[in-house]
């Protein structure tokens, strides 16, 4: 088979942080090449130096054996690339056919032949078997119909090669059954197909090859016969267990929060929760681990009482939940690192001090009923920012200021000052430098001395194989399995990770 | 903080300034000179006992309605109705003090009546965008505009129908005992000046000093971030809306009941958004938006003088207005940028070098 797509010695940095590493990519003519990895691997990084959006630190490109500069997706498309995004680009108060020709460069004159059009489209969609009503608004699609809508209007003007971003991730099965059988008439008729994933089953189905991405750089490419779904998943998270700092413990089942057969939009495989139990026991720390965006931000939500849950019960302290409410939660004991921090967590243009006392303003210690304490909460901050290492040039800066570390010791000192019941804990770490990180993971274990149940979620497998007395893993909005702290099996907790149940078989 | 407070005074300062410098250029393109017209325009405003008292004068009604846009911006809300919310409070204050002016009842407790009632009344007005908002989701600023106009509007049907004083499209003056008095006889401001700075002082010592204050500023800065750590937000958006909506009624009865005593067509025109302006240089700082509205009444009141001693029309210092309102917006906006961040780390870090 001819060879497509060559990507030679690609990287990509930003700053000083490498998102692409001496990439080697060679895709052939009328081959399903998956693009496997973890959330930061790498893939969106190449991918989007491949239809033009980001231009390569270092690399060549070739495209049909002849090297090419790749400016912008327009000219990406020009070469015969395409790209179906994870999120449609669509304009959906427009109709198939409208949205198919918008953007057409070709065209001659002032007025669209929309026959001629017509006739070319509809030809193409059933080649490929695609099955579009054109005339229908995009609004009144179902999401498997809109994303074949995508696929055509790639086709219709002009690609030889697909980009499939996580394609899948927000179809029904029926509907993954349906694109993958377009996927193979796409790839009989010669076209390529690069399809993001991180679905072992649907990797190992689909693929003809499959490179594997860890940390910006290529781990290696296989054919498909040649692996089983384990060594793809221990190739894709890749670790060795690491002695913990941390002595891991077993505690007695006595829940500070205790959740059943929670529900919340369910079918949203990505932002969804779909019948989660668990339960987090005081003084110890319960690692949720998971790939990004498999329902991680809801779970958090749910427990911090941010959202409320479509069905199943949430127990706090022994009783249950009837009004998901924030402050009420707060008032139970429930602490929160939420997982963006300037978002959810702090307010930028108040100062430290405010900061601190965000959720105490009703505390006789800081509030004299109507007046705020100034002078004793100014007295706290000080103490606060001793106690946390703080570095700032006073309690009256602004949060926004500080660096992403001493911002997050903001968050901490609040929520664990608070003397919480139970703490959540989402990407505690994300983006902080070692020091400051080993401060948190400190604070945390500080805290689950004194009995305190800590809910730790978190997308870096490490910090989860570091901290947690106890894992569960979290796919697709399912509890997939739980697993032991001490000693944890990375190979089963990897495989779950990627959609394989506890026990099932890859 | 203090870099925070410096960038905070200068951007408005250097507003002026250059709006004064373009005021001149297009003064001394009109053939007057720019400094004799200036010296005019201070004087106007500022020069004499009386040019003093109509400044404040002119300044009292700003004042309400820059209060009434900071007290909801500084929670996150956008309430452009404050014109139609100052309408309802002179309105209110109208109706009221003619129909019992009528039956013989007047005095300074009829006053008091009065202002309370048209606080109600601006207070009902933003109570309907705040309600629409928090429980439909409805646009606050679309809702807060549209009802400006059905506010005017209404109170057409009042001065030209239902209280209309025989021929002329105007209600009756009020009775002479319920107005407002002038503090000092001879400075034209009336104590709906010294009501309005008292209701400054009490909203900055509300929102800076308070722990319900502090939480309406949370919220405005991060609405999410003030979710999660249990505000009760839209209900903070709700009061502060009606309490933005109550301080332009203030206003208006107090502008009725102080200087216009009666209901005529233009009547508060342009105030609401003249509010927003002042609000948004004063930073939502209450006492500096006081200031601000002080400024621009000056302004405008000595641009009178200004066109009789020097042939330099009034609407001069419209254009003056306009360009410190244009300046100090983009200026405030230029300093958030990342880049004049960087451009002032590099300038301070050269001079430590040097």
């Given at each position: 088979m001819a060879e497509i797509l060559r990507m030679e010695g690609i990287s990509k940095r930003f700053g000083n942080f490498y998102a692409n590493k001496n990439i080697n990519l060679s895709i052939e003519e009328g081959e399903v090449h998956t693009l496997l990895g973890e959330n930061g691997a790498g893939k969106s990084t190449l991918m989007n130096i491949l239809i033009g959006l980001y231009q390569p630190t270092e690399g060549k490109i070739f495209f049909k054996g002849k090297e090419v500069h790749i400016e912008s997706p327009d000219h990406a498309a020009r070469l015969g690339i395409g790209m179906v995004h994870q999120h449609f680009m669509l304009v959906k108060a427009m109709t198939v056919f409208e949205n198919i020709i918008l953007?057409?460069?070709?065209s001659k004159g002032l007025f669209i032949n929309r026959e001629a059009r017509r006739k070319e489209i509809i030809e193409l969609s059933e080649r490929y078997g695609l099955d579009i009503e054109l005339d229908k608004l995009i609004t009144d699609l179902a999401v498997g119909a809109q994303q074949r809508v995508e696929i055509l209007k790639a086709l219709y003007h002009g690609a030889e090669l697909l980009v499939l971003d996580e394609p899948s991730a927000a179809l029904t099965d029926t509907e993954v059954e349906g694109l993958f059988a377009i996927m193979r008439k796409l790839t009989s008729e010669g076209k390529s197909i690069i399809f993001i994933s991180h679905k072992m089953r649907e990797v190992l189905h689909i693929s003809d090859r499959i490179t594997i991405l860890r940390l910006g750089e290529v781990v290696t490419t296989v054919n498909r016969g040649d692996v089983d779904g384990q060594q793809l998943a221990d190739m894709m998270i890749g670790r060795e267990l690491k002695p913990s700092h941390y002595e891991k413990k077993v505690v007695p089942h006595d829940p500070v929060v205790e959740l059943k057969s929670v529900d919340f939009s369910k079918d949203n495989k990505h932002n969804g929760l779909n019948g989660v139990s668990l339960a987090v026991n005081k003084g110890e720390i319960l690692g949720i681990a998971g790939v990004d965006g498999n329902g991680q931000t809801q779970l958090a939500q749910v427990i911090a009482g941010v959202i409320t849950p479509d069905a199943g019960t949430v127990d706090l302290g022994g009783n249950k939940i009837q009004i998901f409410d924030p402050n009420d939660f707060i008032n139970k004991g429930v602490a929160h690192i939420p997982e963006d921090r300037n978002l959810?967590?702090?307010?930028?243009?108040?100062t430290i001090a405010d900061n601190l006392v965000l959720k105490e303003t009703e505390n006789p210690r800081f509030s004299g009923g109507i007046f705020l304490k100034q002078g004793v909460i100014n007295q706290y901050a000080k103490d606060m920012i001793q106690k946390y290492d703080?570095?700032?040039?006073?309690?009256?800066?602004?949060?926004?200021?500080?660096?992403g570390g001493n911002q997050q010791k903001v968050i901490l000192a609040r929520e664990i000052e608070s003397e919480p019941d139970l703490l959540i804990a989402v990407h505690p770490t994300r983006g902080l430098d070692i020091g400051a990180a080993d401060f948190v993971h400190e604070q945390m274990i500080k805290a689950r001395a004194e009995n305190v149940g800590i809910l730790l979620i978190s997308a870096d497998f490490d910090e989860i194989l570091e901290m947690s007395d106890r894992i569960l893993v979290i796919f697709e909005g399912q509890i997939m399995g739980e697993f032991s702290g001490k000693n944890p099996p990375i190979e089963e907790i990897s495989l779950a990770m990627t959609g394989n149940r506890k026990g099932g078989r890859a | 903080m203090k870099i925070k407070n410096a960038t905070g005074l200068v951007v408005p300062l250097l507003s002026i300034l250059l709006a004064f410098i373009i005021g001149g250029i297009i003064m001394a393109a009109l053939g007057a000179n720019p400094l004799e017209a200036m010296q005019y325009l201070i004087k106007g405003s500022f020069g004499t006992v009386n040019a003093l008292g109509n400044t404040l004068n002119k300044a009292t009604p700003l004042i309400y309605c820059g209060l009434c846009a900071c007290f909801a911006y500084k929670c996150g809300v956008f309430n452009l109705g404050g014109e139609g919310q100052f309408l309802c409070g002179a309105m209110t204050a109208c109706v009221v003090a003619l129909l019992l002016g009528e039956k013989g009842v007047e005095g300074w407790l009829i006053c008091l009546l009065c202002l309370i009632l048209g606080t109600i009344a601006g207070g009902i007005w933003g109570f309907i965008p705040g309600i629409l908002k928090i429980t439909r989701g409805q646009n606050e600023m679309i809702i807060s505009i549209m009802l400006n106009y059905v506010a005017t509007l209404f109170m057409g049907v009042i001065y030209?129908?239902?209280?209309?004083?025989a021929s002329v499209p105007q209600t009756l003056q009020v009775p002479q005992a319920d107005r407002l008095g002038r503090i000092f006889p001879r400075l034209r401001f009336t104590w709906g000046f010294a009501i309005a700075v008292a209701v400054g002082i009490l909203m900055w010592i509300f929102l800076f000093k308070t722990s319900a204050g502090f939480k309406i500023r949370a919220v405005g800065y991060n609405m999410t971030a003030s979710r999660f750590n249990g505000f009760p937000v839209k209900k903070l958006m709700f009061v502060s809306f009606i309490v933005s909506g109550a301080v332009a009624g203030l206003g208006g009865a107090a502008e009725l009941m102080g200087t216009q005593f009666r209901l005529i067509?233009?009547?508060?025109?342009g105030y609401g958004f003249d509010g927003v302006a002042m609000a948004l240089i004063g930073q939502l700082n209450p006492l500096a938006t006081i200031l601000v509205a002080v400024f621009f009444a000056a302004l405008r009141v000595g641009s009178t003088s200004m066109q009789a001693a020097t042939g330099v029309p009034t609407s001069v210092s419209d254009i003056i207005q306009a360009l410190v309102i244009i300046f100090t917006v983009a200026g405030l906006a230029l300093v958030k940028l990342p880049e004049f961040e960087a451009f002032r780390l590099r300038l301070t870090s050269g001079k430590k070098e040097a």
């Amino acid at each position: 088979m001819a060879e497509i797509l060559r990507m030679e010695g690609i990287s990509k940095r930003f700053g000083n942080f490498y998102a692409n590493k001496n990439i080697n990519l060679s895709i052939e003519e009328g081959e399903v090449h998956t693009l496997l990895g973890e959330n930061g691997a790498g893939k969106s990084t190449l991918m989007n130096i491949l239809i033009g959006l980001y231009q390569p630190t270092e690399g060549k490109i070739f495209f049909k054996g002849k090297e090419v500069h790749i400016e912008s997706p327009d000219h990406a498309a020009r070469l015969g690339i395409g790209m179906v995004h994870q999120h449609f680009m669509l304009v959906k108060a427009m109709t198939v056919f409208e949205n198919i020709i918008l953007g057409e460069k070709h065209s001659k004159g002032l007025f669209i032949n929309r026959e001629a059009r017509r006739k070319e489209i509809i030809e193409l969609s059933e080649r490929y078997g695609l099955d579009i009503e054109l005339d229908k608004l995009i609004t009144d699609l179902a999401v498997g119909a809109q994303q074949r809508v995508e696929i055509l209007k790639a086709l219709y003007h002009g690609a030889e090669l697909l980009v499939l971003d996580e394609p899948s991730a927000a179809l029904t099965d029926t509907e993954v059954e349906g694109l993958f059988a377009i996927m193979r008439k796409l790839t009989s008729e010669g076209k390529s197909i690069i399809f993001i994933s991180h679905k072992m089953r649907e990797v190992l189905h689909i693929s003809d090859r499959i490179t594997i991405l860890r940390l910006g750089e290529v781990v290696t490419t296989v054919n498909r016969g040649d692996v089983d779904g384990q060594q793809l998943a221990d190739m894709m998270i890749g670790r060795e267990l690491k002695p913990s700092h941390y002595e891991k413990k077993v505690v007695p089942h006595d829940p500070v929060v205790e959740l059943k057969s929670v529900d919340f939009s369910k079918d949203n495989k990505h932002n969804g929760l779909n019948g989660v139990s668990l339960a987090v026991n005081k003084g110890e720390i319960l690692g949720i681990a998971g790939v990004d965006g498999n329902g991680q931000t809801q779970l958090a939500q749910v427990i911090a009482g941010v959202i409320t849950p479509d069905a199943g019960t949430v127990d706090l302290g022994g009783n249950k939940i009837q009004i998901f409410d924030p402050n009420d939660f707060i008032n139970k004991g429930v602490a929160h690192i939420p997982e963006d921090r300037n978002l959810q967590g702090l307010v930028g243009d108040m100062t430290i001090a405010d900061n601190l006392v965000l959720k105490e303003t009703e505390n006789p210690r800081f509030s004299g009923g109507i007046f705020l304490k100034q002078g004793v909460i100014n007295q706290y901050a000080k103490d606060m920012i001793q106690k946390y290492d703080i570095r700032c040039q006073g309690y009256d800066q602004d949060v926004r200021s500080l660096s992403g570390g001493n911002q997050q010791k903001v968050i901490l000192a609040r929520e664990i000052e608070s003397e919480p019941d139970l703490l959540i804990a989402v990407h505690p770490t994300r983006g902080l430098d070692i020091g400051a990180a080993d401060f948190v993971h400190e604070q945390m274990i500080k805290a689950r001395a004194e009995n305190v149940g800590i809910l730790l979620i978190s997308a870096d497998f490490d910090e989860i194989l570091e901290m947690s007395d106890r894992i569960l893993v979290i796919f697709e909005g399912q509890i997939m399995g739980e697993f032991s702290g001490k000693n944890p099996p990375i190979e089963e907790i990897s495989l779950a990770m990627t959609g394989n149940r506890k026990g099932g078989r890859a | 903080m203090k870099i925070k407070n410096a960038t905070g005074l200068v951007v408005p300062l250097l507003s002026i300034l250059l709006a004064f410098i373009i005021g001149g250029i297009i003064m001394a393109a009109l053939g007057a000179n720019p400094l004799e017209a200036m010296q005019y325009l201070i004087k106007g405003s500022f020069g004499t006992v009386n040019a003093l008292g109509n400044t404040l004068n002119k300044a009292t009604p700003l004042i309400y309605c820059g209060l009434c846009a900071c007290f909801a911006y500084k929670c996150g809300v956008f309430n452009l109705g404050g014109e139609g919310q100052f309408l309802c409070g002179a309105m209110t204050a109208c109706v009221v003090a003619l129909l019992l002016g009528e039956k013989g009842v007047e005095g300074w407790l009829i006053c008091l009546l009065c202002l309370i009632l048209g606080t109600i009344a601006g207070g009902i007005w933003g109570f309907i965008p705040g309600i629409l908002k928090i429980t439909r989701g409805q646009n606050e600023m679309i809702i807060s505009i549209m009802l400006n106009y059905v506010a005017t509007l209404f109170m057409g049907v009042i001065y030209t129908n239902w209280m209309r004083d025989a021929s002329v499209p105007q209600t009756l003056q009020v009775p002479q005992a319920d107005r407002l008095g002038r503090i000092f006889p001879r400075l034209r401001f009336t104590w709906g000046f010294a009501i309005a700075v008292a209701v400054g002082i009490l909203m900055w010592i509300f929102l800076f000093k308070t722990s319900a204050g502090f939480k309406i500023r949370a919220v405005g800065y991060n609405m999410t971030a003030s979710r999660f750590n249990g505000f009760p937000v839209k209900k903070l958006m709700f009061v502060s809306f009606i309490v933005s909506g109550a301080v332009a009624g203030l206003g208006g009865a107090a502008e009725l009941m102080g200087t216009q005593f009666r209901l005529i067509n233009g009547f508060g025109a342009g105030y609401g958004f003249d509010g927003v302006a002042m609000a948004l240089i004063g930073q939502l700082n209450p006492l500096a938006t006081i200031l601000v509205a002080v400024f621009f009444a000056a302004l405008r009141v000595g641009s009178t003088s200004m066109q009789a001693a020097t042939g330099v029309p009034t609407s001069v210092s419209d254009i003056i207005q306009a360009l410190v309102i244009i300046f100090t917006v983009a200026g405030l906006a230029l300093v958030k940028l990342p880049e004049f961040e960087a451009f002032r780390l590099r300038l301070t870090s050269g001079k430590k070098e040097a």
